[in-house]
């Protein structure tokens, strides 16, 4: 081993005990991580990323477990150490940064006191000189008014700050090794570009060697050196980023790099291609390929053999580092001559049903403003004697969208596109203004909307778990507004919940699940069929596929515009991925601070 080398795995099996048996959740996993830089790991969810990630510190639970392979860090090998010295080891020298920052804060605690409780317990430094380290981290990953922020609880600072607070709580160690899982899903555009920025800065700085696991290929591209795609528990390619993404050679790469839509891309001039089928649970992957049902080329070999990951030879690959593939056919595969199935479902590619200035006005806002009314913490506050305050959530809103187009809403988080969108479906009052829909005044009280108003008018939510019963059935909860609205008789109603769960990639299967038996991007998916289900005239989606896979996003994507295009449907669409928003709108619009 290179003494440069921070990570390596080589042949790395991870199983997890289950009633009756064992399942095998990774399978012969390899690869390599060097000081100073960072290790992108990608692929739908349930290929195994995370629980790769978590085998290197013993985060599997209970009942998971590495089952063969070696996990060697900075010469020495992980498996068989002990909790406590793994726990050492976690503390200084290895750390991570999860997506939800608020897993790694405590919400009763200070964030100074939890910043320098790392350096008092693992290297029993004195709480002054802790004090001091700490204000030096705040700074460096340019964090305003670090001695303010100190004294804050979490919930007082946004979300963009609560990563950076995350990220300095990570590097205050000088850890050789940081892993980092999905750390920027959550986070606006503008806070994401400025946590990769810092990401890249602190790698260089610190020359810390960096393990960094997203769905999002153009998070990946921008801050890894190397790239491994897994897939259902394999890695099915490995390569410098360039290479992955100038040739991509293995079918499921190649797959979710056609699921991105382009900058500059939009639905009138290019399409979406979604990988058909779903990623297998562990206990029924193939014994051939494991991509194999779902691939394009897929040929007998494939079925009876199952492919070993080779290094392309230099005649196919356009880099001097190696490139590995498994794929019976990576040689014979060139990501430009793929064209689509004939079986593939896809919109028929069209412009609206209506030419600019034809259309119909669907809706109509005017000078829409929601204020808040905001209390201070004086003591003439508290007595309700001091100075009155508000904040201008949205202020002065006017627009029009026409029947069967789409309106893009961009801004950053904070700037009020979900509270406009919440203010037109009537969850919350308008302070002023008006939005007429239908002929109708929706910012009136909600009682006053008869059932036809409502279901014209149906929302896509961005927490899908806020507007899901917990005791309800997947198939309930998508029947619930066909038979609320008496869309179909009873007895079809079953076929057509399951017509709407294929639609959103789901199998008949989940009409039986509870909402906990889901994963976060299943729950999205059911909200969006749900939502759908009554062919609505306005769906108003707020961040509708930000929580999925690039693979599912696509066919969410294909799904919204099939359906408008059969049924003339008009849609607000809210998102932060601007390459999301150009290809799916028609026309766009950039709120800043409420206007």
Known sequence: MSSSTVLSVKNLAIAYKVR??????????????????????????????STVAWSLVNFLGRNGYVKRGSIMFQGEELTGRSPEELRQMRGNRITMVFQDPMQALNPSMRLGDQLTEVLTVHQSMSEEAARKR????????????????????????SGGQQQRVVIAMALLNNPSLLIMDEPTTA???????????????????????????????????????????????????????????????????????????????????????????????????????????????????CVAERPALHRLSADYSSSSAPHNVACHFAEDIVFADWQPPADMELPVQKNGAFTNGQ????????????????????????????????????????????RGMTLGIVGESGCGKSTLVKTIIGLESATAGQADFMGFDITKDLNDRDAELMEELQMVFQNPDSTMNPSYT????????????????????????????????????????????????????????????????????????SALDVSVQA???????????????????IAHDLSVVRFFSDYIAVMYLGE
């Open 134 to 157: 700490t204000l030096e981290m705040l700074d460096r990953v340019h964090m305003p008014d670090p001695a303010s922020v100190m004294r804050r609880y979490p919930h007082q600072i």
């Open 359 to 402: 259309a119909p006005i669907i809706l109509d806002v005017d000078a829409l403003k929601k204020y808040y009314d905001v209390q201070g913490n004086s003591f003439l506050d508290l007595l309700g004697l001091g100075e009155k305050r508000q904040v201008k959530a949205v202020d002065g809103i006017s627009f029009s969208v026409p």
């Open 20 to 49: 009756g048996g064992e399942i095998e959740a990774v399978q012969n996993v390899s690869f390599e991580l060097k000081e100073g830089e960072s290790f992108g790991l990608v692929g739908e969810s349930g290929c195994g990323k």
């Open 187 to 301: 986070l606006d555009v503008t806070v994401e570009a400025a946590v990769l920025d810092l990401i890249a800065e602190l790698r260089e700085t610190f020359n810390t060697a960096i393990l960094f696991i997203s769905h999002n290929l153009g998070v990946v591209a921008r801050v890894c050196n190397q790239v491994g795609v897994m897939y259902a528990g394999e890695m099915v390619e490995q390569a410098t980023v360039r290479e992955i993404f100038k040739n991509p050679r293995h079918p499921y790469t190649q797959g979710l790099i056609r699921c991105v839509p382009r900058l500059g891309a939009d639905k009138a001039s290019s399409m979406l291609y979604p990988i058909r089928g779903r990623v297998p649970p562990p206990n029924q992957r193939p014994s051939g390929c494991v991509f194999g049902p779902r691939c394009d080329y897929a040929q007998d070999r």
């Open 555 to 573: 066919a969410v994507l294909n799904l919204l515009l099939e359906i408008q295009q059969e049924y003339n449907s008009t849609l607000l669409f």
């Open 474 to 545: 997947v198939g309930q909860q998508i029947a619930r507004p066909l038979l609320r609205f008496g869309k179909i008789p009873k007895e079809q109603v079953r076929a057509e919940v399951v017509k709407l769960l294929h639609s959103v990639r789901l199998g008949e299967n989940y009409y039986d699940r509870l909402p906990r038996q889901l994963s976060g991007g299943e729950k999205q998916r059911v909200g969006i069929a749900r939502a759908l289900a009554t062919r609505p005239d306005l769906v108003l989606c707020d961040e509708p596929v």
